[in-house]
């Protein structure tokens, strides 16, 4: 199976999540964040959830799950700890053309969520195809020794300076070569280690090298510089 890979936004849509235990809770953990309204319907929650619930982050329905709970879901988890019964929630999501998650069938699914290592807005996905979820994670838990909280200041930073840039009527070409060229001369070991002298000196022969300009002023109290 080869897959596409995807980055959804769920801003405001109706994401429907069937069962209660640990598998569903932990689909619910990566929801929370994104903007969407969970839905969860299963006969018992973990205390995780009833806490979701009881503090209306998520919406709860304590029983069985029914084919009316589809129509309005723009995304389902199949989630439950009966293969039978998510293999049939599958089925009726993919004939009403909704994506679906099943949980204990990739045959019965429409997408995969991925092991993720994330830092801020910075998201690195691994996926497998579903075959070898141990696999994913194995390689999640490497990635995360070698991205640290460093670049989630390096992706704000980066973003700031973009759209300082943009603001000021620098071409997209000339935003692509200024920010290559900080990520080639060493400008995350600068961020990391809050050198703001050697961030400046940098990001100053940059603008020499490609614009051959000095860096605007505005653009250095943007970013922090003074």
């Known amino acids: 199976m080869k897959l596409y ?14 069962g209660g235990g640990e598998v569903a809770t932990r ?20 205390p995780e959830v009833e806490s979701l619930i009881s503090k209306g982050k998520i919406t709860g329905f304590r029983r069985a799950f029914s084919y009316d709970d589809l129509p309005e879901s723009s995304l389902v988890f199949a989630a439950t700890d009966d293969p039978n019964l998510n293999d049939n929630i599958s089925q009726k999501a993919r ?32 996926s497998s195809g579903g075959k070898s979820p141990a696999t994913t994670k194995w390689i999640r838990r490497n990635l995360e020794k070698l991205i640290g909280p460093e670049y989630e200041t390096l ?3 980066m973003g ?3 759209k300082q840039l943009s603001d000021k009527a620098y071409t997209t070409s000339q935003t692509r070569e200024i920010s290559e060229y900080l990520l080639d001369h060493d400008i ?16 100053e022969a940059a603008f020499q090298s490609i614009l051959n300009t000095h860096i605007p002023e505005p653009v250095i109290t943007a970013l922090g510089l003074n």
């Open 155 to 157: 992706v704000e930073w």
């Open 188 to 203: 995350l070991v600068k961020l990391k280690t809050n050198d703001k002298k050697g961030v400046l000196s940098i990001l």
């Open 27 to 46: 689909k619910v953990r990566v929801l929370i964040g994104t903007g969407a309204h969970i839905q969860v319907v299963s006969p018992y929650f973990t």
């Open 160 to 162: 700031t300076l973009r």
């Open 95 to 126: 004939e009403m053309g909704i994506p679906v998650n099943n949980v204990t069938n990739p045959e019965g699914c429409t997408f995969f969520v991925p092991s993720q290592v994330v830092r801020g807005d910075l998201t690195l996905s691994i």
């Open 5 to 18: 890979p995807l980055m959804a936004n769920l801003e405001n849509c109706n994401v429907l999540v069937v």
